[in-house]
């Protein structure tokens, strides 16, 4: 057991994860959900780290259910295994990269936030057309999107995220197979604390006012950035591990 090439892996996976929560569709809908509610920077941070946490979990369980079959299927293929491990991170490497050649690196969410705007702005376009005659200059005030319950925004938030699984750390639970248990609670370590430190931080760093921070570049090559790394360390596990 080599455990340089797992700590490359964690290492690998730490920054894959944490990239990924930087992107914003990871914290901007927090953000302007918060803005909407009026939420104090407490409690947005906390529905942020809530959400991060349903992340994992999904992901993780994926991760488990990878584990569970690759430990079955290693004792039964023995040498071949770090081959057809490294060769199936190659492979899921070159699809990141053909996404990204192909103009689908980059996919729009329809944030939880965008439903509560569309519908304000549609209230309110009828109500101005009702009484157009009688308010022909309230057209010029400002713009107030519409708070709708907690208990709702807060769920759609969670949906948001918890139901969308970090696809690009998958692969490394097939990397980490090899390690049995311990592979899987390191794995599943570094993805929850990368998620969850890096969607708190962005988010906390936008509610600070630096909201300048230039992140679009990021979402747009992530599935080329995710395509380098998993190709590395496909490579890696095949040279290395024996």
Known sequence: MNQTVLTTIAVTGFGVAFFHAAIPTHWLPFVLTSRVQRWSRPKTIAVTALAGTGHVLVTAALGLAITLFGSALSGSIGQWFPRIAGGALLLFGLYYLLRQVLGKGH?????????????QSEHEHEHEHEHEHEHEHEHEHEYQPRRTSDRAAILSLLAFLTFSPCEGFVPFYVSGIRYGWAGFAVLTAVLSVATVAGMVIFTSLTLAGLSKIKLGALEKYESALMGILLCAVGILIIVFER
Do not use: R, T
Not at 107 to 119: I, S
């Open 107 to 119: 996919v729009h969410f329809h944030y939880p936030h965008e439903h509560l705007h569309e519908h």
